[in-house]
């Protein structure tokens, strides 16, 4: 069975950091593209960052490139988004998802999300 699962979440004040972490049972993540997703109160889901399996190209949203940068750790079979710099406009619940790297590349991914979905965490950034 396909499993991903988000951890990392919390309170933080503005301009800390976080760092969320997806891993995955069932399946390895290296074969996959996989993104980071978040959704806000009353907004739509939007793609914050997507790797490639390979990890050859990575994408990240104009809200948050230069603050999160997202990275693999094949050994753990995880993928990690360390946030930094956070703003109040960051609080959302995240979601990792994954696709089949053959299936899609980063820029589709984020547009359009993932095949499989973790259940998401939440980060809140308030003072």
């Known amino acids: 069975q396909l499993q991903l699962v988000e951890s990392g979440g919390g309170l933080v004040q503005p301009g800390e950091s976080l760092r969320l972490s997806c891993t995955a049972s069932?399946?390895?993540?290296?074969?996959?593209?996989i993104g980071w997703f978040r959704q806000a109160p009353g907004k739509e889901r939007e793609g914050v960052s997507c790797i490639s399996g390979g990890s050859a190209s990575t994408y990240y949203a104009d809200a948050v490139k230069g603050r999160f940068t997202l990275s693999r750790d094949s050994a753990e079979n995880a993928v990690y988004l360390q946030m930094s710099m956070l703003k109040p406009e960051d609080t959302a619940v995240y979601y990792c998802?994954?696709?089949?790297?053959?299936?899609?590349?980063?820029?589709?991914?984020?547009?359009?999300?993932?095949?499989?979905w973790g259940k998401g965490t939440l980060v809140t950034v308030s003072s």
């Open positions: 998802a994954a696709t089949p790297r053959y299936m899609t590349n980063v820029l589709t991914m984020c547009a359009e999300g993932g095949r499989y």
């Open positions: 069932g399946f390895i993540l290296d074969y996959y593209d």
